[in-house]
């Protein structure tokens, strides 16, 4: 199995920048597709961003302002999260799972603690 561990959140204003950062053990990160997702209080866990091989995928609310990669050798996922704005705040959960022949991210049972996001206007 593989365990999963983020980190890089924090405070941050309206237009500002964060990189996260999700550090994994147990089992090589290029066995699976990796991902992200996030959890605002009261509302369920959305998909945020995933990677494949080469191949990236975004949710519409953060493309073109996130991007996701990933280092084989360091055994680690990041997302770099740029033009932050009130609404990306939230607990942000790395993900280790599949991708559908749809071309959809699917989350198997692998994730880490969460890494809160707060966003300030």
């Known amino acids: 199995q593989v365990q999963l561990v983020e980190s890089g959140g924090g405070l941050v204003q309206s237009g500002g920048s964060l990189r996260l950062s999700c550090a994994a053990s147990?089992?090589?990160?290029?066995?699976?597709?990796m991902g992200w997702f996030r959890q605002a209080p009261g509302k369920e866990r959305e998909f945020v961003a995933g990677i494949n091989g080469v191949s990236t995928y975004y949710a519409n609310s953060v493309k073109d302002r996130f991007a996701i990669s990933r280092d084989n050798a360091r055994n680690t996922t990041y997302l770099q999260m740029n033009s932050l704005k009130p609404e990306d705040t939230a607990v942000h959960y790395c993900?280790?799972?599949?991708?559908?022949?749809?071309?959809?991210?699917?989350?198997?049972?692998?994730w880490g603690q969460g890494t809160q996001v707060t966003v300030s206007s």
């Open positions: 147990g089992r090589a990160i290029g066995d699976y597709a």
């Open positions: 993900n280790a799972g599949s991708v559908s022949s749809t071309g959809d991210y699917d989350p198997w049972a692998y």
